[in-house]
């Protein structure tokens, strides 16, 4: 089993930054991938950027390219997500999710990753 929980969220300005990071506890190994998702009210839960924890490989969705930032520390168990430029558009609940392999391209669909963290809220606004 894995537990992982989220932090970081909170209510910024448009243009601010904020850092959210994901702890991952119980059974990890190296081979594996992590990626944040987003659920804005009344949408459907989306994919923002995943990595796999071996060979630090990313991707983003087109709308967080040059903004956000994926990373992770192996030792700690610790995944991370640096958000700048912050927009209206990213308010939503973001996700940690996790998945048991490493497969050729990151899955992008929610239903492919089998561990989820509770949630932490982002609310961009003036």
């Known amino acids: 089993q894995v537990r992982l929980v989220e932090s970081g969220g909170g209510l910024v300005q448009p243009g601010d930054s904020l850092r959210l990071s994901c702890a991952a506890s119980?059974?990890?190994?190296?081979?594996?991938?992590m990626a944040w998702f987003r659920q804005a009210l009344g949408r459907e839960r989306e994919f923002v950027a995943g990595?796999?924890?071996?060979?630090?490989?990313?991707d983003y969705v087109d709308a967080v390219k040059g903004r956000f930032t994926i990373s992770r520390d192996i030792n700690r168990n610790m995944m991370y997500l640096q958000m700048n430029s912050l927009k209206p558009e990213d308010t939503a609940v973001y996700y940690c999710?996790?998945?048991?392999?490493?497969?050729?391209?990151?899955?992008?669909?929610?239903?492919?990753?089998?561990?989820w963290g509770q949630g932490t809220q982002v609310t961009v606004s003036s």
């Open positions: 119980g059974r990890t190994v190296n081979s594996l991938t």
């Open positions: 990595i796999t924890w071996n060979g630090g490989h990313t």
């Open positions: 999710a996790l998945r048991w392999s490493v497969p050729e391209a990151i899955p992008i669909q929610p239903n492919e990753y089998e561990y």
